[in-house]
């Protein structure tokens, strides 16, 4: 059984520069053609102030930092137990190569299924960027076998 | 490129189904890299084989990286209200993805109109990979 007194415990902010080579190679990964994630001088005419983020991209600003995992290791949850259950992104600006984002996390809720077989755990995160401005927030539910 | 003409986008109509794969180790290779995700499971096969999988697995996040050009192909990015999936069943090495939407509900006012859009990944098999949703603003 997960310790539910951590639900609500919040995590060290985590800033991260949007560099243009970081999100062409997120870009190709994933598949995107559009010049806009790849080439500035197109992103501009279409009139950006640069390379834009393709929306799933701020997943990479979690894994950017010593321990991406922590709040699975506070709960005691080993990584080989846990699934990647659910994602949702809201988004409310455009993020572009230049901007400075932070990143706040917190546990956002647990609970169980099946008569506690399988326990959920939210992790919630808001992204800022260099002017304050919210630009997405993430919700990830993460279920643990 | 050639936009979809959301403006004009009516319940039960389809977005150009886009086909991924198959899925190579490749793949997973450059999203690890690309994405900071360097969890052994999607990229060390001594690593999966000891937790009791035959083989490494996709990342979720590349196979919803994948779908959301069903979005990024058809609609301005910054049309792109809220984008949501559910993980149904992991994606082995080798398979072919069907990544698909269609427009579920128009919700809000005429003048300000909001597409629900209902959009699934599907294998060579019609399995279901992922679920998922996005509202998309039409103004």
């Known amino acids: 059984m997960l310790d539910r007194s951590l639900i609500n415990k919040s995590y060290p902010p985590i800033i991260f520069d949007i560099e243009k080579q970081r999100l062409k190679f997120f870009s190709k990964a994933t598949g995107q053609t559009d010049p806009i994630y790849f080439d500035e001088t197109i992103a501009r005419k279409k009139g950006f102030p640069s390379l834009l983020a393709p929306p799933t991209f701020l997943t990479t600003v979690g894994h950017e930092q010593k321990s991406p995992y922590q709040y699975l290791n506070d709960l005691s949850v080993d990584l080989k ?42 992790f919630e995160s808001l992204y800022t960027n260099q002017n304050g401005k919210l630009v997405v927030e993430s919700l990830s539910t993460l279920v643990i076998r | 490129m050639n936009k979809w003409n959301y403006k004009s986008a009516k319940v039960g109509e389809n977005l150009p189904e886009l086909i991924i794969g ?21 990229i060390d096969t001594d690593y999966a084989k000891r937790i009791g999988l035959p083989d490494v697995i996709a990342h979720g996040m590349l196979i919803m990286g994948y779908l959301a050009r069903v979005l990024t192909n058809n609609i301005n990015q910054n049309q792109i209200l809220e984008y949501g999936v559910q993980f149904s069943s992991i994606t082995n090495i080798g398979e072919t993805l069907s990544c698909s939407g269609i427009v579920k509900e128009v919700l809000g006012s005429k003048s300000n109109k909001i597409l629900k859009l209902e959009l699934k990944v599907k294998d060579q098999d019609n399995d279901t990979k992922l679920k998922g949703y996005s509202l998309i603003k039409t103004s």
């Open chain 1, 81 to 122: 137990d846990v699934l990647h259950a659910g994602q949702i992104y809201k988004f409310h600006s455009l993020v572009f190569a230049g901007d400075v984002i932070t990143m706040n996390s917190k546990i956002k809720d647990m609970y169980d299924k099946k008569n506690g077989c399988l326990e959920f755990v939210e």
């Open chain 2, 22 to 42: 198959p899925i190579s180790r490749t793949n997973l290779a450059l999203y690890a890299g690309a994405s900071g995700d360097h969890n052994p499971l999607h």
